[in-house]
């Protein structure tokens, strides 16, 4: 017999339950673990949900303000140019006035619903396209704003114009379409 089993014996120590005693041990830790890695998958599951729906778009648009109204009957307006980035469903890019009245991109742009690098529209507040939006005048804020079809939105840009355009451009807005 070996020195460790003289002295159990001695101690008076039944080996029977070290291993009782073991294999409940062991059953506890694999069901703390199980429930770890259960728990663990069930919230990376979520997460994976969620940032997999409606990832924002990441578009570069330019601004190039035209306040002498060239190449639109004198009247002032906004070119708005997608330069760079992801291909944009045009419905769901809207642009906000500072009173609240909104357009699509896709209202206003005479092509697909789809906005994609090089394409462009202008703003000047005319129209059947973007007639709903306030006229082009100094402190006039534009918002560009990216909506999810789960109702998230993401803000792209915020344009204000600091710089009033002429008083006739103003005047033609306001007098209504065609201006002339």
Not at 66 to 86: F, Q, S
Not at 105 to 113: L, M, N, T, V
């Amino acid at each position: 017999m070996s020195i460790l089993g003289r002295w159990l014996r001695w101690r008076g120590a039944d080996r029977g339950t070290t291993s009782v005693v073991g294999s409940l041990m062991t059953v506890v830790i694999v069901f703390v673990v199980a429930g770890s890695v259960g728990l663990a998958g069930l919230t990376l599951g979520e997460e994976v949900t969620t940032s997999v729906s409606d990832p924002a778009p990441i578009p570069h648009i330019d601004v190039e303000p035209t306040l002498d109204g060239a190449d639109n009957h004198g009247v002032a307006y906004l070119r708005l140019v997608h330069e760079v980035g992801d291909r944009v469903d045009g419905q769901s890019i809207l642009i906000r006035d500072s009173d609240g009245n909104t357009v699509t991109w896709s209202d206003i742009y005479e092509g697909d619903r789809y906005m994609r690098g090089g394409e462009s529209i202008h703003l000047d507040g005319y129209g059947p396209s973007d007639g709903h939006l306030n006229c082009l005048a100094e402190g006039e804020t534009y918002i560009l704003v990216w909506q999810a079809s789960n109702g998230d939105s993401f803000v792209i840009d915020r344009i204000t114009l600091d710089q009033s355009p002429p008083a006739s451009s103003l005047d033609e807005c306001r007098d209504g379409w065609p201006p002339g």
